[in-house]
């Protein structure tokens, strides 16, 4: 996974010079939250295009990134989803790589995912409950996000 980062921002976001464990550090915490949002929207058994398309919205604000870094970043987190067994890895990274302030963030960026299609299905729900709890962030903190998220769509609609 480290290769796949190093070569994405080696030769999209940075001239050879200026790659330091710091950028590599943080390429990997965008790379793992990106494939949590990827397996968020996988955990129905259906990726929607309201799905797909909240992914790329959360990664490109998220991360302040151009439509094209937005789309080499997701390609490169559905294939590391595809390779591996589990979101542990993932979850590992961005809980040694983020402050309880930007865990939480994630886990609202994961309920827009959830919420993108209009459905809340109880294997998406799950799997953010178990990312939220991989995470160590509080029962409250989580069902405070998923309510911020959720009542936020119903402000908007």
């Known amino acids: 996974m480290i290769e796949a980062i190093q070569r994405f921002y080696k030769n999209r976001l940075s001239s050879p010079s200026d790659v330091t464990s710091q950028k590599n550090t943080n390429s990997a915490l965008k790379l793992a939250t990106a494939a949590l949002l990827i397996e968020v929207s996988r955990a129905d058994g259906e990726v929607k295009q309201e799905e ?3 992914v790329a919205t ?8 151009t439509e094209k870094e937005t789309d080499e970043l997701i390609r490169m987190a559905d294939g590391e989803v595809e390779e ?21 963030y994630i886990i609202e960026l994961l309920w827009q995912v959830v919420f993108a299609d209009l459905e809340k299905d109880k294997h998406e729900e799950h799997l953010v409950r178990r990312i939220a709890d991989l995470l160590h962030v509080s029962h409250k903190d989580f069902i405070r996000a998923k309510l911020k998220v959720k009542n936020g769509l119903e402000h908007d609609a």
């Open 84 to 104: 591996s067994v589990c979101s542990y890895e993932f979850t590992r990274l961005v809980k040694n790589g983020y402050s309880y302030e930007q865990k939480i």
């Open 58 to 65: 959360a990664v490109q604000e998220a991360f302040a990134l």
């Open 52 to 54: 797909r398309d909240s």
